[in-house]
């Protein structure tokens, strides 16, 4: 059987599915913590309960992922794991040159929404590399974020930070809270040669 993205295996492992939810759960609680950064009276304590409920999804996915055989992960096949470093390591390349360009130029309200931008990129190239199709509405969604955020920006006196915080926030919580449940009620994973 074969998946969309043409590979052997069509359901994802726990351990899969428990290092999904354990860094979408982190990077929730660091995308609230960012969205923190304007100080908007009354959404503060909303953004520590996302962070807090975020970190209880990375810890429980790490917890299933980390207790699952590493032989049963899709980046335990060398050439995946080399493609994910690739797409992370040009993600982060491509982040970091793009928020220096804006701070240079003045425009460093803008970073958080150039970062949202990219982080909602590298989801579209990670959804074959990881089997995971749930991937690619992330990324939409994420995307979608980073638009709503430059244009509130550039139209009202709300933070772009804070709109990027709490939608990218409330994307990843979601979808990590979702594999998290994936993985608590799918089987155990079978160590494989």
Do not use: K
């Not at 999904?20 to 100080?39: N, P, Y």
């Not at 429980?60 to 690739?86: K, N, W």
């Not at 933070?159 to 915080?165: E, F, I, K, L, P």
Request: hydrophobic fraction near 50%; include cysteine; proline fraction near 3%.
């Amino acid at each position: 059987m074969t998946t969309t993205f043409g590979q052997s295996r069509s359901v994802r492992t726990r351990r899969d599915l428990g290092v999904t939810a354990l860094v979408e759960g982190f990077f929730a609680a660091a995308w609230f913590g960012w969205g923190q950064q304007a100080q908007v009276a009354g959404l503060e304590v909303w953004l520590d309960i996302g962070s807090v409920v975020a970190l209880l999804v990375a810890v429980g996915g790490a917890v299933i992922g980390l207790r699952s055989p590493a032989s049963t992960a899709v980046l335990h096949d060398r050439s995946a794991g080399r493609r994910y470093g690739i797409t992370v390591g040009i993600e982060f390349g491509v982040a970091g040159v793009g928020a220096w360009v804006l701070g240079a130029a003045g425009q460093a309200e803008f970073i958080p929404v150039w970062v949202c931008a990219i982080v909602g990129l590298h989801f579209f190239a990670l959804a074959p590399i990881l089997r995971d199709r749930t991937l690619v509405p992330l990324g939409v969604l994420t995307c979608a974020v980073a638009v709503a955020a430059l244009v509130v920006g550039l139209a009202t006196g709300l933070d772009a930070s804070t709109v990027t915080g709490v939608g990218t926030g409330c994307c990843l919580l979601a979808f990590g809270g979702y594999a998290l449940a994936r993985a608590v009620s799918s089987r155990p994973d079978r160590a494989t040669p």
